[in-house]
T-cell receptor
Framework: DAKTTQPPSMDCAEGRAANLPCNHS???????VYWYRQIHSQGPQYIIH???NNETNEMASLIITEDRKSSTLILPHATLRDTAVYYC???????????FGKGTRLHILP | NAGVMQNPRHLVRRRGQEARLRCSPM?????VYWYRQLPEEGLKFMVY????????ESGMPKERFSAEFPKEGPSILRIQQVVRGDSAAYFC?????????????FGPGTRLTVL
């Protein structure tokens, strides 16, 4: 079973920042937080991951709380192409199998 | 720099036939994973392979399903005597194992339809 909890859906206006929350209250000290997304029937796409520090790349930012029990994925300027299901995952290492939960269906509104 | 390749992209089989799904990992990647997505459901892990070895097959159905990743050539997911409930999208992912970008990269999937 997935170790994360996410809202089933969210809306965000195009051009605004999309903030997607994730709870992982039972995360272990050696587990990373990963984010993937799946755009309509395509293969999942890696977005970002982190252990305890905040991370930023060309796609998004990841904010992890100090106690590591929750995190937020931030898409700084959402576009219609960001409409997808976003999955928050915790796992020990990149070679671990991925246990997908139900994710958050993000709708970007024009 | 080709990504993960899967073929065929669409496969139609009649009940009782065999389905063979192929996955070519990214260049330099020695780890392959298979996931299944049933209609209107989430992605489920099936099996994790390295060259010539099955590392974790905890998500594989006990019967009719098998996977291999030979020394040469693509990884194969084989489903014998398909049933309608096998209709799904099957995704393959690969990772380098050591070095490189530490992540799993997914292919476009094979959509299996069982008539």
């Amino acid at each position: 079973d997935a170790k994360t909890t996410q809202p089933p859906s969210m809306d965000c206006a195009e051009g605004r920042a999309a903030n997607l929350p994730c709870n992982h209250s039972t995360i272990s000290g050696n587990e990373y937080v990963y984010w993937y997304r799946q755009i309509h029937s395509q293969g999942p796409q890696y977005i970002i991951h982190g252990l305890k520090n905040n991370e930023t790349n060309e796609m998004a930012s990841l904010i992890i709380t100090e106690d590591r029990k929750s995190s937020t994925l931030i898409l700084p300027h959402a576009t219609l192409r960001d409409t997808a299901v976003y999955y928050c995952i915790v796992r020990v290492a990149f070679w671990d199998k991925i246990i997908f939960g139900k994710g958050t269906r993000l709708h970007i509104l024009p | 720099n080709a990504g993960v390749m899967q073929n065929p992209r669409h496969l139609v089989r009649r009940r009782g036939q065999e389905a063979r799904l192929r996955c070519s990992p990214m260049k330099g990647h020695s780890h392959v994973y298979w996931y299944r997505q049933l209609p209107e459901e989430g992605l489920k892990f099936m099996v994790y392979l390295q060259k010539e070895n099955i590392i974790d097959e905890s998500g594989m159905p006990k019967e009719r399903f098998s996977a291999e990743f030979p020394k040469e050539g693509p990884s194969i997911l084989r489903i014998q005597q398909v049933v309608r409930g096998d209709s799904a999208a099957y995704f393959c992912a690969s990772s380098p194992g050591t070095g490189g970008v530490n992540e799993q990269f997914f292919g476009p999937g094979t959509r299996l339809t069982v008539l």
